[in-house]
């Protein structure tokens, strides 16, 4: 298959990329900065654009199978005002340009759009899967309407994939990258009480269920990735402190976490429950289902540092 990747150099991008042509799959990267183009695979074909904009990298997309679109604003910064323009703009504006791309494609291409399992809200008890309603917070109404721009304006021959994504787990980026340092120095600890279920996935089970979805031609509309055993805050503290032979007494406080990161804050003390029930309905099998090995294999050491074990 033929992907065109928005968002090609960003930590989910890069692992995309390498995974999809390790594959056998032909793969486009679309960045916008050309100096950036040294993270990706000499492989991968590269084509400079904004995705927020029309421009002549639509003419490369409209040529693939499959197009997948990573393109948002890190909501892992302070919520300020603007940041929070930018968090919804960049997704809503990508998305667009996304949609107008695949309604020119063939008639069996694919948008499959990144969204997050932010869509549910916080601080909800039961067990969300893909029909359950979104929340109410600001990031739920993020990616209800980042959702409905892909649902309502592409052709409604087109198949359309709203990936609903975990925090991801990987060696090169993501919150590990963040998080690990503090650790190591043995300052790590609990978010807020800690009581808070932890979503998660594994960068290689994400860049899998990718290819899966691609290749699933049934499989429509919202798709849960995340892991199936949903864990709490304190559990993801206390795994990652022993592996690596790390006290973790401490504990952020919600106050602490608020005055950093404003609204932020409650996404990151309270958490709901979502479960992958369209991927373990289709047969998808996780490589890494449980935290415990899936932080094993992001912290061992290897040669290729960086590179998907596939």
């Avoid at 300020?80 to 990508?94: G, L, P, V």
């Avoid at 990161?261 to 990151?268: G, I, P, R």
């Amino acid at each position: 298959m033929k992907f065109f990747i928005m968002g090609a150099n960003g930590f989910i991008g890069r692992n995309l990329t390498k995974y999809l042509l390790s594959q056998g799959h032909k793969v486009i990267g679309l960045i916008r900065d050309k100096k950036k183009a040294d993270a990706l695979p000499p492989e991968c074909e590269i084509v400079i654009g904004n995705p927020l904009k029309e421009g002549s990298w639509q003419k490369k997309a409209v040529q693939t199978d499959v197009i997948v679109n990573l393109v948002g604003k890190n909501i892992f910064t302070r919520w300020t005002d603007k940041a929070k323009r930018e968090i919804y703009f960049t997704r809503i504006e990508s998305t667009k340009q996304a949609v107008n791309c695949l309604n020119k494609m063939k008639e069996n291409g694919v948008l499959i759009n990144g969204n997050a399992i932010g869509y549910y809200g916080v601080s909800r008890k039961e067990i969300l899967k893909e029909d359950s309603p979104p929340g109410n917070d600001f990031l739920a109404k993020v990616c209800l309407d980042w959702q409905n721009i892909a649902l309502s304006k592409a052709d409604k021959l087109k198949r359309v994939v709203i990936a609903r994504i975990a925090p991801v787990l990987g060696r090169d980026g993501g919150m590990i990258s963040k998080i690990l340092p503090i650790f190591k120095l043995g300052l790590g600890g609990k978010l807020g009480s800690g009581k808070q279920p932890f979503c998660w996935i594994h960068i290689l089970d994400l860049v899998r269920a990718f290819e899966f979805i691609a290749q699933k031609k049934n499989i429509n509309g919202p798709v849960n990735i995340t892991s199936p055993h949903i864990i709490t805050n304190h559990d993801f503290t206390k795994i990652l402190g022993e592996l690596l032979s790390r006290p973790t007494f401490f504990s952020v406080p919600t106050i602490f976490l608020r005055i950093l990161f404003k609204d932020l804050a409650d996404v990151m003390t309270k958490g709901s429950k979502v479960f992958p029930d369209v991927l373990i309905k289709e047969g998808f099998e996780f490589r890494f289902p449980n935290l415990k090995e899936a932080l094993k294999e992001i912290l061992k050491e290897e040669t290729n540092r960086g590179c998907v074990v596939v």
